[in-house]
Nanobody, 125 residues
Framework: QLQLVESGGGLVQPGGSLRLSCAAS????????LGWFRQAPGKEREGVSC????????LYANSVKGRFTISRDNAKNTVYLQMNSLKPEDTAVYYC??????????????????WGQGTQVTVSS
């Protein structure tokens, strides 16, 4: 059974940092494109960042570019999202997702077919 489990969310002050983790089980991440998405109340789910199956290419939403970093640890079968300089507008439920695909990763939610349950990130003073 393919499963993704996020962790690492929480409450942080503006300017702070969090690292989200997404542990995969039932499959290895090597052959999968990986993405982080977020959804704020009343808004559509949006792509934050993605990582190609080779690990050699990444994409970031303009709103997080320079502040967030996506990475993968093959030994731990885990993908991470390091979030620095957090802003109140980063508040959302964050989801990781995976799809078995080669080539460039994609930032659209419909491009992914495996999803975690989400983890809440709240940025507030």
């Amino acid at each position: 059974q393919l499963q993704l489990v996020e962790s690492g969310g929480g409450l942080v002050q503006p300017g702070g940092s969090l690292r989200l983790s997404c542990a995969a089980s039932g499959f290895t991440l090597d052959y999968f494109g990986l993405g982080w998405f977020r959804q704020a109340p009343g808004k559509e789910r949006e792509g934050v960042s993605c990582l190609s199956s080779t690990g050699r290419s990444t994409l970031y939403a303009n709103s997080v570019k320079g502040r967030f970093t996506i990475s993968r640890d093959n030994a731990k079968n885990t993908v991470y999202l390091q979030m620095n300089s957090l802003k109140p507008e980063d508040t959302a439920v964050y989801y990781c997702a995976a799809v078995r695909v080669q080539g460039m990763c994609r930032m659209g939610p419909r491009d992914y077919n495996y999803w975690g349950q989400g983890t809440q990130v709240t940025v507030s003073s």
